[in-house]
């Protein structure tokens, strides 16, 4: 019954208030058909941990409070129906991913949050699940991330400094990534079980490709994982194609659009702001409020992005430092950030605003980059204009101005 319950009601959380008596009736009639099941998975299980009879689904419309501040809910499941051509990077705005399938690996339909979904398969019927999922911003922080998934084998939180030393250093398409090896038990099960979790920033998504199952199989597959890992390939959107020969990628999470026709750009979501005169503003990512485009008349290019995020979004640290490292910059120390960081006067909230140069990491060409991350009770506002050196220096006091005459 219960777990019937959470099935029919996964999508539809406190949506029913009247009496549930007669409901309870048809349910509990229509609990047996095999047609459909859709499911909530506690704490970002993944399908091979969710598979165990006795774990029962966290009730549709409870909190989940392991996920980190900032952190979207992760609560879909991946559809177990195989799926012989798969479409990994279906939105918009997003680079395209594409990969290498390691042998005996099976794709399947990769779900809400996933863009790719693998089931692997070990002797006596164990199995392990991959998933890759993207998130916009730092989508908590690393270390929150990590021991959520360790609370998920039963085992207890670490600390940062603890979580430094075990991390491994990988590298995913071409870039370079934080690998974390955790055994534990399954906690409905009893059985052990392992997660092999990868965690990588580019541009403005976090990057979250794990491997989750019994702990024999993942221990066999972890070279593969790795080479999977290293066969990933971030090619540009589609609506990148025609930019001219030797322009650096722009990424619809980064840098914005290339210079071509761009759909009308719609203002639901947006506050009440007033452009410069010439800003292009073109269609935003998925990720974005809003982006914009700013050339010179050499052709140099730098672009202003607007992203938010509900409540502290990560923290002001952690994104700060996260931007360094588009520059691959090193992150700066509790003491750095406060000498570098310039507080600004801004509507509806309290603004930090940082300014410094270093090589795009996606380019290798010299970038600058003024962020401006303001912070409000119940969100977080980023701002970013990053691009040509020269662009930016000509474009800062402009885009300050912007963001301080921002009505939320």
């Avoid at 774990?55 to 809910?73: F, I, M």
């Avoid at 084998?153 to 990988?170: C, F, Q, R, W």
Wanted: glycine fraction near 10%; charged fraction near 15%; hydrophobic fraction near 40%.
């Amino acid at each position: 019954m219960r777990e019937c319950l959470n099935q029919r009601f996964v999508d539809r959380p406190r949506q029913w208030s009247w009496p549930l008596a007669p409901l309870l009736v048809l349910l509990v009639a229509g609990c047996h058909r095999d047609d459909v099941k859709v499911y909530r998975i506690a704490k970002d299980q993944d399908q091979s941990s969710s598979q165990q009879p006795s774990a029962p689904a966290l009730p549709t419309d409870s909190p989940n409070p392991a996920l980190p501040p900032g952190h979207p809910d992760i609560s879909s499941a991946p559809s177990s129906m195989p799926a012989n051509s798969v479409p990994a990077m279906p939105r918009a705005g997003l680079p395209q991913l594409t990969w290498q399938t390691p042998a005996g690996w099976t794709e399947v339909a990769p779900g809400e949050m996933r863009v790719a979904s693998f089931k692997v398969p070990g002797a006596g019927g164990k199995q392990a699940d991959v998933s890759v999922v993207p998130l916009p911003g730092m989508a908590g922080t690393d270390e929150a991330n990590v021991n959520r998934w360790r609370g998920q084998i039963g085992l207890p939180a670490m600390s940062p400094e603890e979580l430094k030393k075990s991390a491994e250093d990988v590298t995913a398409g071409g870039q370079p990534a934080q690998l974390y090896d955790i055994a534990g038990q399954n906690p409905g099960s009893g059985e052990a079980e392992r997660i092999i979790g990868v965690i990588q920033h580019r541009d403005e998504a976090s990057w979250f490709f794990k491997m989750t199952g019994d702990a024999g199989v993942v221990e066999q597959q972890k070279a593969a994982f790795v080479a999977f890992l290293k066969s990933l390939n971030f090619a540009a959107a589609p609506e990148q194609a025609g930019l001219p020969p030797g322009h650096p990628a722009i990424s619809g999470t980064e840098m914005g659009t290339p210079p071509v026709a761009a759909p009308p750009v719609s203002s639901a979501g947006k506050p009440n702001w007033q452009v410069p005169a010439n800003w292009r503003e073109v269609a935003a990512g998925q990720f974005l409020i809003a982006k914009f485009m700013l050339t010179s008349e050499g052709g140099a290019a730098a672009a202003v992005n607007v992203s938010s995020s509900p409540g502290a979004g990560g923290g002001v640290a952690a994104n700060i430092n996260r931007w360094r490292g588009q520059l691959g910059l090193t992150p700066w120390s509790e003491t750095e950030l406060t000498q570098s960081i310039t507080a600004l006067d801004v509507k509806g909230g309290k603004a930090s605003l940082v300014d410094f140069s270093g090589t795009d990491a996606r380019t290798g060409q010299p970038t600058r980059l003024v962020g401006v991350i303001v912070t409000q009770p119940d969100q977080t506002w980023f701002y970013k204009l990053m691009g040509d050196t020269k662009v930016v220096e000509s474009q800062k006091a402009a885009f300050t101005q912007f963001v301080q005459g921002v009505k939320y």
